[in-house]
């Protein structure tokens, strides 16, 4: 996924652009308030970590702009650490609020949950071809009309699965998407969370299988050999 940091101060970047792309994160920097919206709409970044104070243009009006015409979320940064600007930033569409001090290890996991909560507000998965509708705000998920009995570990596995049919996701992945609270778990519970939700879903569809493993690699949802 791609992060665009927009700061100001060099140092600060570095370390930033650093750090996210430790985690795996494509960065790209941007220290001018007027390049901003033109790198959101060039770049398409996953997330924008955007500076509050900046040269040329405020991070408020730039966040005013990036939620008006984008649902990419924005995550502010700055210094001014009253209530007012806080509350400011939020109503403005912002997804949280980082104030410097920071640890960059800290950014680095409000950009992991901040992703992962976009994900989960999502538009609803519907694909009539195939039977298989998400809502994520209802946390429902149907196939062939029926409504699947899924814990949220499930849900979220479904709904990460079904976000890019026909994409391999690796374990890693898998885990990254399914817990927000970064606990230390096995490849065996993934492959228990994939084997309960086959399991279900073949309940409603015994003669497809939606979930398929692709050894060495991860899993894929397989929407078209699932279609009856």
């Known amino acids: 996924m791609k992060v665009l940091v927009v700061e100001d101060e060099p140092k600060l970047a570095q370390v930033l652009q650093t750090y996210l792309e430790a985690a795996s994160y494509e960065v790209r920097c941007v220290a001018d308030g007027l390049l901003v919206m033109d790198a959101v709409q060039q770049w ?26 984008t649902r990419i979320p924005v995550i502010m940064v700055t210094a001014r650490t009253e209530e007012i600007d806080r509350l400011l930033g939020l109503e403005l569409g912002a997804d949280d609020y980082i104030c410097k001090p920071y640890s960059p290890r800290e950014v680095v996991a409000r950009v992991r949950a901040v992703l992962r909560r976009a994900e989960g507000r999502a538009d609803p998965v ?28 499930e849900f979220r596995l479904l709904s990460l699965l079904a976000s890019q049919p026909g ?33 279900k879903l073949a309940a409603i569809r015994p003669e497809g299988e939606l979930i398929r493993s692709v050894y060495g690699v991860g899993y894929r949802l397989d929407l078209d050999a699932a279609a009856s």
């Open 44 to 69: 398409q970044p996953a997330l924008v970590l955007l500076d509050l104070m900046l040269p040329g243009r405020d991070g408020l009006d730039i966040c005013r702009d990036i939620r008006a015409q």
């Open 167 to 199: 994409r391999i996701f690796s374990r890693d992945q898998v885990l990254d998407g399914l817990y927000d609270d970064h606990r230390v778990v096995t490849d065996r519970t993934v492959d228990s969370h994939i084997k309960n939700l086959r399991r």
């Open 126 to 153: 519907a694909d009539p071809a195939t039977g298989l509708q998400i809502v994520a705000d209802a946390w429902q998920a149907r196939l062939d009309g029926v409504l699947l009995d899924l814990t949220p570990v």
